[in-house]
T-cell receptor, first 116, second 111 residues
């Protein structure tokens, strides 16, 4: 199956700093990438959808100025959490889709963000 | 609400038994997919069933879909300790790429 990587896998930062998370599709071109966050023992909540070369579409309630998404190429999307606060601590997961009719998404291993 | 419902929320069974998890959703769908997530890890795609399909098998997995009841079930037969994980269903609508996830079922297989 298709492989999606995320980097870093874990990050601890101080409150007020910005953190960048990378999502890469390793063996296919991802026309669309998705960013989710997941709180402990909860389900995945979609934050935004990004298409290569265009602006991301954010879900209701997600601050686009706080969660900056860039999808500069067909294999890389980045999520930057700006001015992070402890409430931003979460598990962030990306997925990538090649745009097939079956809409199969391939998920990265996730990034655990802890804001002190 | 973005979320569908899954039941049970948690299920604990003995190794070798069958595990059944259910998922209900609210809108008409194009596909329904099941994913597994081990603690602190990403999601692994298990199986996809299209809206015009009623049943699908993959190894020890059996998925059913009842679009009239807007529900699906995932059956894992002859469970193993390695099946311990959270299981999520996810649906998408025709023309839309985004997935809507269920709340998930935490499955524990006791050796």
């Amino acid at each position: 199956g298709a492989v999606v990587s995320q980097h870093p896998s874990r990050v601890i930062c101080k409150s007020g700093t910005s953190v960048k998370i990378e999502c890469r599709s390793l063996d296919f071109q991802a026309t669309t990438m998705f960013w989710y966050r997941q709180f402990p023992k909860q389900s995945l909540m979609l934050m935004a959808t990004s298409n290569e070369g265009s602006k991301a579409t954010y879900e209701q309630g997600v601050e686009k100025d706080k969660f900056l998404i860039n999808h500069a190429s067909l294999t890389l999307s980045t999520l930057t959490v700006t001015s992070a606060h402890p409430e931003d601590s979460s598990f962030y997961i990306c997925s990538a889709s090649s745009g097939s009719a079956y809409n199969e998404q391939f998920f990265g291993p996730g990034t655990r963000l802890t804001v002190l | 609400s973005q979320q569908g419902e899954e039941d049970p929320q948690a299920l604990s069974i003995q190794e070798g038994e069958n595990a059944t998890m259910n998922c209900s959703y609210k809108t008409s769908i194009n596909n329904l997919q099941w994913y597994r997530q081990n603690s602190g890890r990403g999601l692994v795609h298990l199986i996809l069933i299209r809206s015009n399909e009623r049943e699908k098998h993959s190894g020890r997995l059996r998925v059913t879909l009842d679009t009239s009841k807007k529900s699906s079930s995932l059956l894992i037969t002859a469970s193993r300790a390695a099946d311990t994980a959270s299981y999520f269903c996810a649906t998408d609508r025709k023309g839309a790429q985004k997935l809507v996830f269920g709340q998930g079922t935490r499955l524990t297989i006791n050796p």
